[in-house]
């Protein structure tokens, strides 16, 4: 597990920010380990989440496989996980209906509610979620979509490797989210990245400040790319 501090830290920069300074630090990830389509975020104005993510997959097409002490027994395992170490953490849901992805809601009221009384800072799902009002405030959600019904969702199982919009996230990896998406952050390299965000933003406000004064011109432009070469 990370240094807590350096998790509070990493939650200062917004998800655009992580992706920008993992191009710097892990090169090599350039072209992965994001999602890489639009998500529905209703709580635009929540902050950045880090968490480690607890992993999960769901169906709603069809009845559940499990009935009774079965199915109960499966869904207590599932909060047993949820709330396990490492934390903090993010819940992040597969929705394996295919074609009907987002057929039925696992995420709402209730399940907001259980999952932010267990520790989780918020979830990234595929799959649709409902209940907006009355969401558990402070609980930050990425969804594929909003939808009305349940369905018949159920739990197709927990813990294994997930793929959310191109995004692929094994349970335990360290996940920053925001109201633009989600990125994996490799653990190895996550001591680097405030330095990262804070070389870009002395590299763009040279830019910037010019560019928000009267004035502007290309030859200014030419100059303030020269400047910014000499910012290391």
């Known amino acids: 597990m990370l240094d807590a501090k350096l998790l509070e830290t990493l939650a200062t920069f917004d998800t655009p920010t992580i992706c920008n300074a993992l191009e710097i630090v892990a090169p090599e990830r350039r072209a992965t380990g994001f999602t890489v389509r639009p998500l529905v975020c209703p709580f635009p104005d929540l902050p950045p989440i880090v968490g480690y993510a607890k992993t999960a997959t769901i169906r709603s097409t069809h009845v559940h496989e ?11 395992a599932y909060y047993e996980y949820m709330a396990s170490a490492p934390t903090p953490s993010i819940c992040v849901i597969q929705d394996l209906d295919g074609a009907d992805v987002g057929f039925g809601a696992f995420w709402g009221e209730v399940q907001s509610t259980v999952h932010k009384a267990l520790g989780l800072k918020g979830v990234v799902t595929d799959g649709c979620i409902r209940d907006i009002p009355q969401w558990a405030p402070g609980f930050q959600a990425l969804a594929g979509s909003i939808a009305p019904s349940h369905a018949h969702v159920h739990l ?14 094994r349970s335990g990896d360290l996940v920053h989210a925001d109201q633009h998406g989600a990125v994996v952050i490799p653990e190895a390299v996550a001591a680097k990245i405030p330095a990262a965000c804070d070389l870009l933003a002395r590299k763009e406000a040279v830019i910037l400040d010019l560019a928000r004064k009267p004035g502007f011109t290309v030859a200014k432009l030419r100059e303030a790319l020269q400047k910014q070469d000499d910012i290391h």
């Open 156 to 169: 197709a199982g927990f813990g294994q490797q997930v793929r959310i919009h191109g995004m692929l996230v």
């Open 66 to 76: 499990l009935t009774g002490k079965p199915a109960r027994d499966q869904r207590v």
